[in-house]
């Protein structure tokens, strides 16, 4: 019997169970054995066609399967299986192993009396010294986002001395930041983060320079902002900007030092660096939209992106330091729940479309496109309702259904009176509880979740569904402010 690891991602397929025990002699059996216990996982890892899908990746024990015997790889009693899904030229040969990026001689670079008092702790450290604190004083850091992982990384590697550091962020702070968002106060909402950001850091340290890029990264800037960087730190919060920073990463040989979180769990890793893994080795293609839940959905210990955004700015120091051994090729994986750290190796997948021996993209594409998201909010359509009208059947009494697709601790959050709760992952077990020819309207937090309950129900021949555009946030602020929002 194996043991096998589940996400949180997918533990709403397993009971909520983190772990399941399962027979078979092959990864393959294993798992045909886990969805046949548990059939509602099926289809999140396995394709149409049977076959694994390549954004969840199976390791045994802690090698990844895909370089061994893929699915025929024998398992033995004791062994652990993991599964790891993704949280959001034309040369024929691989592109050049980056070195360590060349930052300016060390001589070219002083330490004012002022700045040797201050880095005074660095410089005792033999591994440190004088000429380390000068690589970090000329080194050039891009921070891809200033929320909750972009929050340590901005205090801490301005506190190192770090020279340059770019910010990439477009959004204002509001008040459901500040739970994680340690970089910015209560003062700040409403703020741009890149200014709150920006700030804090120059008052931790007036010795470095704060280059504000206050624009989403797309595809036609990233090359133009990234260029001017040794390296690239990802904190962002979705597929799409993960896929387009790791592509300008590896056209622009930048090491791209990645961190993700998710409610407990989060995961670092150096990519695009000394010939190691990108990040499309790891994932060669995103999640569905909504498989995976963002942070404003599945909810984040606000703790965690400390912990993750300070391995990142650790990994940063120690490359542009050139000390220890960093983390490519390794997975860290934090469990926070728990309290435990695992490691899985990574391997530069050969066939890799964007770093492998035969490069297939030789370009930025449409990452919107690519991960299935929309680059805007979709606009008001046919099967929306707004909530102003939703509140005027209420009050007519009109002869509907309102259900509630959120879990059940958003609904001790707020609710609307006579909604039904029907958490997403229930709705198709449940469609009996509804007459097909009802009026039904459909609710979670913000909309999207929803819109895919939406689909469920009219895929099964449901006939008069509406999606409440803006979810009960849109609820809170034009119907009954009373209604909390979170």
Known sequence: MAKILIPTPLRQFTGKQDSVVAGGATVGEVLSALTTQYPDLRKQIFNDEGKLRSFVNVYLNDEDIRYL?????????????????????????????????????????????????????????????????????????????AGGLGAPLGLYLAAAGVGKIGLVDFDVVDFTNLQRQVIHSTKDVGRNKIDSAAEKMLAINPNVRIVKHEVALTSENALDIIKDYDYVVDGTDNFPTRYLVNDACVLLNKPNIYGSIFRFEGQSTVFAYEGGPCYRCLYPEPPPPGLVPSCAE??????????????????????????????????????????????????????????????????????????????????????????????????????????????????????????????????????????????????????????????ILKQAGFQHVRNMKGGILAWSDQVDPGVPKY
């Open 298 to 455: 599945g909810g984040v210990l606000g703790i965690l992106p400390g912990t993750i955004g300070l391995i990142q700015a650790t990994e940063t120091v120690k490359l542009i330091l050139g000390i220890g051994e960093s983390l490519v090729g390794r997975l860290l994986l934090y469990d926070a729940l728990t309290m435990r750290f695992r490691e899985l190796k990574l391997r530069k997948n050969p066939e890799c479309p964007m770093c492998g021996e035969h490069r297939t993209i030789t370009k930025l594409i449409d990452y919107h496109q690519f991960c299935g998201v929309p680059a805007q909010e979709p606009k008001v359509t046919e099967g929306e309702i707004e909530v102003t009208e939703v509140k005027a059947k209420l009050d007519r009494g009109d002869n509907f259904v309102l259900i509630d697709v959120r879990e059940p601790h958003e609904y001790k959050i707020a609710s609307i009176p006579g909604a039904k709760l029907v958490p997403l992952g229930e709705v198709p077990k449940r469609l009996d509880e509804f007459d097909k020819n009802a009026d039904i309207v459909i609710h979670c937090k913000s909309g999207m979740r929803s819109a895919k309950a939406c689909g």
């Open 69 to 145: 015997g893929k699915d025929a790889t024998a398992v033995s009693d004791g062994d652990t299986l993991s599964l790891v899904p993704s949280i959001a030229g034309g040369s024929a040969v691989a592109p050049p192993e980056n070195a360590a990026p060349e930052s300016a001689p060390p001589e070219e670079i002083t330490l004012s009396n002022d700045e040797i008092l201050r880095y005074s702790r660095h410089l005792i450290i033999p591994e440190v010294g004088i000429e380390g604190q000068k690589k970090l004083k000329a080194a050039k850091v891009l921070l891809v986002g």
